[in-house]
Antibody
Framework: EIQLVESGGGLVQPGGSLRLSCEASGFTFSSYSMNWVRQAPGERLEWISYISVRSSTIKYADSVKGRFTISRDNAKNSLFLEMSSLRTEDTAIYYC???????????WGQGTLVTVSS | DIQMTQSPSTLSTSVGDRVTITCRASQSISDWLAWYQQKPGKAPKLLIYKASTLESGVPSRFSGSGSGTEFTLTISSLQPDDFATYFCQQYNSYALTFGGGTKVEIK
């Protein structure tokens, strides 16, 4: 069974940092590009970052560029999101999503909640 | 970024009804559009990709159509398990963008 399990969320103060992880199982992780997508309370989903299979291509949404860093460890079947200079508007559920052959996001995790508040 | 406008935002309906949800893109995205279903506390589930291709394992009562800027998700006969939130996503270009969602609720 294909599974994506996010972890690392929690409560952090504005200006703080947090590292999210997404552990993949049930498929060959190293063969798929990956994304992070978030959803703030009452808001629509927002794509925030993409990484190709060998990390050669990385993309960020303007809202997180310069503050967030996506990475992956194919040997450990894991995707990461390093978040720094966090703002209250970064409060959201963060999902990792796998790219399929013909679609961006054919499998998603259940998400991890990040709350930025003093 | 490409803006995705989805309507309606809420749909009160009954089991057996035909349901139609519309998604409009601010510019042409060809057929690079996906539809997802999401239930509270659960991961989004892919239903349709490339505007009209049914994901493996998804019931045939779900169908998608459209190209360019206008797209439709249709549920031919709503089942109890279908009460959920549905949203569209364009993947013609980065940044990927999503519709605001349609909550299908029991009338």
């Amino acid at each position: 069974e294909i599974q994506l399990v996010e972890s690392g969320g929690g409560l952090v103060q504005p200006g703080g940092s947090l590292r999210l992880s997404c552990e993949a199982s049930g498929f060959t992780f190293s063969s798929y590009s990956m994304n992070w997508v978030r959803q703030a309370p009452g808001e629509r989903l927002e794509w925030i970052s993409y990484i190709s299979v060998r990390s050669s291509t990385i993309k960020y949404a303007d809202s997180v560029k310069g503050r967030f860093t996506i990475s992956r460890d194919n040997a450990k079947n894991s995707l990461f999101l390093e978040m720094s200079s966090l703002r209250t508007e970064d409060t959201a559920i963060y999902y990792c999503a796998r790219d399929g052959p013909m679609v961006r996001g054919d499998r998603w995790g259940q998400g991890t909640l990040v709350t930025v508040s003093s | 970024d490409i803006q995705m406008t989805q309507s309606p935002s809420t749909l009160s309906t009954s089991v057996g009804d035909r349901v139609t949800i519309t998604c409009r893109a601010s510019q042409s995205i060809s057929d690079w559009l996906a539809w997802y279903q999401q239930k509270p506390g659960k991961a989004p589930k892919l239903l349709i990709y490339k505007a009209s291709t049914l994901e493996s394992g998804v019931p045939s009562r779900f169908s998608g159509s459209g190209s360019g800027t206008e797209f439709t998700l249709t549920i031919s006969s709503l089942q109890p398990d279908d009460f959920a939130t549905y949203f569209c996503q364009q993947y013609n270009s980065y940044a990927l963008t999503f519709g605001g969602g349609t909550k299908v609720e029991i009338k």
